[in-house]
């Protein structure tokens, strides 16, 4: 229960608040992460830890310009892989040979992590960073041996290289490595082995300021996904108490509105589909829409966001990824540059203690250290914004108080148009922060209505904006005949918008077809589209540059599945047919049932002609579910059945639990092939069952 306090008729905290750090970090909200090390080099996500330090050799390394970037774009922050999974060292570490000091960069003389450190201070941006646990180069990892040698690691970023923000903590433990030369799969128990009360410890020892990251913190949890989408209702609450890092954890984007912990979420999403630098997602860094729809699903759910920006091969920020940025900021910055709500009054049902140090003034006043309350017990409240003169606006702002913890659970707003009050949103949690978006209204008033609260609510923070409509993304889908349509999608410019095309992979300008009916592709190829706003001038049009981009492989007019070991006939529908219509919200799945039989699993498919194939791809499920997602695999192809030889590739998509999108593997050499047969060796959590939204196959995977 919650009393008042009689001194200073403050409300008392309710439930676990944020530390001071903690704090520091809801109010940094925007910053960045900088995954580059061998796998740059080898075109890899995760490198298997025998790769030899001679790969690292970056060509003009310059980490001021990793600073630079992230400070204009409004970063407050960079964290660096300091050493990812296969182990190699980003410093000239004491306790190990395989890092920057056995590469050819500088002559052995260069350190990573020195430079950023140094580029942030003079920048004014903080530095974070990444040391992750498990290390598939280390002959003695899963042995007591490691845990030492991975805290006196810790110990060395921590103290040689000043103030620390954050120390991200990855949940990957074990699994297949080099370890040394031995070339084996390595489990550990993760609850016991790293000892994660020391190790947490000695962080806040050397670094009592520095957030840490992990799954359950325990200063800031993960989101649960990779996507950049923070959940709709979102508690900065959990139980941290006995979990570790890896530990499955439910609801992680939700939280627990009855968690004894204040651990709120961060949501890490890479501006490319990987998170280290492949010159073939060039085409598909993500658009200023995307960007802005990420922000609104992290930010603008009470959720800080990490955006990854990957060197490139030479140490530099690509100019793909700077230019998308440097669009994406400026429109950023003019949905929120002026705060309508500054000219409104205000007033409220219920002022705690009839206080002005509690008025409802406080919402409008610029400052997140004032706040309206009301009296304890009043659980029901509202607080009304009036305007001079009716006013046109899209987007509202709310943050409660949350040095007090968080209270509201339900709300609703509603605008004052015409003389009558109509619903523009609803929904639960406010936080630290929540972005609200709707259609452009004109009133002349607001209200924000909470209908329930877990104690007297507490809010710091009512703006109102009129954001500019920015054109979006266009939608680009394909039949099974290989007919391409483009379509507005959801987009709220469905009506007075164009949309601009090619086929060569270059950004469509004004002189590019306008799209007005489905047209064939059925060789595959690259699309690139942008929704331009030329007949709508409430629209903020995207430039040149900016687009949505879709490669396709071979249209699948004559495809037909000739086999399929396993598949789910029943009310769950994952017959194997699926993975072969071109619809991605379809998926075929084995059979729901402990009496079938584990991998493998396999799909066989007649492609009706012979053809020279250059790559196959997988697509994993698309319906946020992570069972049966493949994730060990072999590939054949064949010119007729059943002589199908040894595999064309094999292999593990690594971190697609985490980010389930399209596995684009190349063939060493093209293959001549008219019938091809996935089979699914493994899946993640382990599980003996296999599924997969499509699959298909290209002749030209440039």
């Not at 009706?608 to 698309?622: I, M």
Request: net charge negative; with cysteine.
């Amino acid at each position: 229960m919650t009393h008042s306090n009689p001194v200073t008729c403050e409300p008392l905290p309710y439930g676990p608040v944020p530390t001071v750090r903690q704090l520091a970090q809801h109010q940094r909200e925007f910053y960045g992460f900088i995954h580059f090390t061998t796998n740059t080099f080898t075109d890899k996500e995760w490198g298997y830890g025998d790769e030899h330090p001679e790969v690292f050799n970056p060509t003009d390394l310059d980490a001021r310009q990793w600073a630079q970037v992230a400070r204009d774009v409004g970063m407050k922050g960079l964290i660096l892989t300091c050493k990812h999974h296969d182990g190699f060292c980003l410093w000239p570490s004491a306790f190990t040979e395989h890092s920057v000091k056995n590469s050819p960069w500088k002559n052995g003389k260069g350190d990573v992590v020195r430079e950023l450190s140094d580029a942030c201070r003079e920048f004014g941006i903080e530095f974070g960073v990444y040391l992750s646990p498990w290390d598939r180069n280390h002959a003695q990892y899963g042995r007591p041996e490691y845990v030492t040698y991975y805290r006196q690691q810790l110990r060395e970023l921590l103290t040689q290289y000043g103030p620390v923000f954050e120390v991200w903590f990855d949940g990957a433990n074990g699994g297949d490595g080099y370890y040394g030369g031995a070339c084996e799969k390595r489990q550990i128990d993760p609850a016991a082995y790293y000892g994660w009360d020391e190790i947490r410890r000695i962080v806040r020892d050397l670094q009592p300021n520095a957030i840490m990251f992990s799954d359950v913190g325990p200063d800031i949890r993960w989101v649960g996904n990779e996507s950049g989408v923070g959940s709709e209702t979102t508690w900065c609450r959990q139980d941290v108490m006995g979990k570790y890092p890896g530990q499955p954890i439910p609801n992680l984007g939700e939280g627990d509105e009855d968690g004894t912990d204040w651990v709120p979420p961060e949501t890490d999403v890479s501006i490319r589909p990987g998170w280290f630098f492949h010159e073939s997602e060039n085409r598909h860094v993500k658009s200023v829409a995307k960007l802005l729809e990420i922000y609104y699903q992290s930010v603008g759910r009470g959720t800080t966001l990490l955006l990854n920006l990957p060197p490139d091969r030479r140490g530099r920020i690509d100019e793909i990824d700077v230019n998308r940025l440097k669009q994406f900021q400026p429109i950023l910055h003019s949905i929120f540059s002026v705060d309508l709500a500054r000219q409104a009054s205000t007033s409220a049902s219920n002022t705690r203690g009839q206080c002005e140090a509690f008025s409802a003034a406080h919402l409008v006043d610029g400052r997140t250290d004032t706040y309206w309350a009301t009296d304890d017990g009043v659980r029901e409240a509202t607080v009304e914004l009036t305007f001079p003169q009716a006013t046109r606006f899209n987007h509202v702002v709310l943050q409660e108080y949350v040095v007090l913890g968080q209270r509201i659970q339900q709300w609703k707003l509603e605008a004052r148009t015409a003389g009558h009050w109509i619903r523009v949103d609803e929904g639960t949690t406010i936080g630290y922060k929540r972005i609200l978006r709707f259609e452009t209204v004109q009133a002349d008033a607001v209200r924000l209505i909470i209908l329930r609260s877990k104690a007297c609510p507490a809010l710091a923070s009512f703006g109102v904006f009129q954001a500019p409509v920015v054109a979006g993304d266009p939608v680009i889908s394909r039949d099974r005949q290989g007919r391409v349509s483009l379509s507005c999608g959801k987009n709220p410019l469905a009506h007075g918008a164009r949309i601009r095309y090619r086929q060569d992979g270059l950004a469509p300008t004004s002189d590019s077809p306008i799209f007005d009916q489905p047209f064939l592709l059925a060789r595959g190829g690259c699309v690139t589209a942008s929704l331009l706003a030329e007949d709508n001038p409430d629209a903020r049009v995207i430039g040149e540059g900016v687009l949505v981009t879709k490669r396709f492989g071979l249209a699948k007019t004559l495809w037909r599945v000739v086999a399929v070991d396993n598949e789910e006939t029943a009310a769950h529908d994952g017959r194997a047919v699926n993975a072969l219509d071109e619809d991605p919200d379809t998926l075929w799945h084995t059979e729901w049932s402990q009496r079938q039989p584990g991998h493998p699993h396999h799909i066989v498919i007649d492609l009706g002609v012979v053809e020279s194939l250059t790559a196959f791809s997988y697509l994993p499920r698309q319906d946020g579910h992570p069972a049966a997602i493949v994730d060990r695999y072999a590939f054949y192809a064949s010119l007729e059945l059943p002589n199908w030889g040894q595999p064309v590739v094999s292999g593990r998509f690594d971190n697609i639990l985490a980010n389930p999108v399209e596995q684009i593997v190349p063939f060493p050499v093209p293959v001549s092939a008219r019938y091809i047969k996935f089979v699914s060796l493994g899946s993640i959590l382990d599980q003996p069952y296999a599924s997969a939204a499509e699959i298909n196959v290209f002749v030209d995977c440039g």
